[in-house]
């Protein structure tokens, strides 16, 4: 039996386009082994699901669409040999991205409906009626496109009157209350904070929480059309209990690594952000704030070691 394990240079496992990527391959035989050859394989990709809730039970059924590939290579590492019984060590290395690129690189992200995955792995080949002992190790990729863009603050005031899809008999039911505050920028660099401050100018029943919510719109085409889901990424509780009134709360959120990304348009996909600023009171009364985000990564090197 043989066991075969990767191991790349960076304990980050971060990586950015045109950077090179070196790492060791470590087989370990308890016996000495012959082999057909060993191989690593590259691999980037960008890989869509459809949600039954978007396009049905039987769509979904069916629901792989095929993957988008960035990178798809092979590297020959050794060719057929034997190996001895014990640990054997074999360094590799490759740039990432040209010639290997198909199409441009994105960051790595993990979403529910569209992953965007970078992955090595290395496989030695056995020959015929024997299991290939294989190893794959996914490694983060992080594409600087851009430098800092120029903030787009947006300033914001919440009233029951100017609460949208609310019929005259709800508006009633709300209690009368006045929120303002402010959004820095809307155009957010993923190295920074989503920051801002909000203030309860005041408030008829007693408030009981105000929530900010990152919220991810994943978008798929399909042949029917396109399906379209909006789920949570994290939420952080700004206020709890009765907020004292004019007093401003500060908004400090940093991105999740990996379940966010720079926003992505392509022909067959997008992935959108926003946040929702949410203000729940007594007696159950919860209103909503929107505000879509457009999100970017600033040409700042946040890899190392």
């Not at 980037?44 to 978007?54: F, P, Q, T």
């Not at 290395?122 to 863009?149: C, H, I, N, Y």
Request: charged content about 25%; glycine content about 6%; some cysteine.
């Amino acid at each position: 039996m043989a066991s075969i394990s990767i191991k790349l240079d960076r304990e980050s496992l971060v990586y950015r386009p045109n950077e090179k990527v070196c790492g060791v391959i470590s087989i370990v035989c308890d016996r000495p082994t012959r082999h057909a050859g060993i191989d690593l394989k590259i691999n980037s990709d960008v890989k869509m699901e459809l949600s039954a809730r978007s396009v049905g039970l039987f769509e979904a059924f069916y629901s792989k669409l095929k993957p988008i590939d960035m990178i798809d290579s092979k590297i020959q590492l050794s060719p057929a040999a034997k190996l001895k019984r014990g640990l054997t060590e074999i360094p590799f290395g490759f740039v990432l991205g040209t010639p290997h690129t198909k199409r441009e690189m994105l960051d790595t992200y993990h979403g529910v409906y569209i992953n965007v995955m970078h992955t090595v792995t290395a496989r030695m080949k056995m020959g015929l009626l024997a299991v290939d002992p294989a190893s794959q190790l996914e490694f983060r990729v992080e594409v600087s496109g851009k430098e800092e863009l120029e903030k787009k603050a947006v300033s914001f005031k919440i009233t029951p009157t100017g609460i949208k899809n609310l019929s005259r008999a709800q508006q009633q039911i709300i209690p009368n209350f006045e929120i303002e505050g402010k959004i820095d920028s809307t155009l957010c660099d993923l190295t920074k904070p989503f920051t801002g401050e909000v203030v309860v100018r005041s408030s008829e029943s007693r408030i009981r929480s105000i929530v900010l919510q990152l919220v991810r719109v994943e978008i798929c085409k399909y042949s029917e059309g396109e399906a379209k889901e909006a789920t949570e990424v994290q939420s952080v509780e700004i206020a709890k209990g009765d907020v004292v009134p004019n007093l401003p709360i500060p908004i400090h959120m940093p991105f999740p690594r990996v379940f966010t990304c720079p926003t992505i348009r392509m022909k067959q996909l997008r992935v959108e952000f926003e946040t929702n600023l949410i203000v729940e009171f007594e007696h159950n009364h919860m209103i909503t704030e929107n505000f879509p985000l457009v999100l970017y990564r600033s040409g700042k090197s946040t890899t190392g070691l």
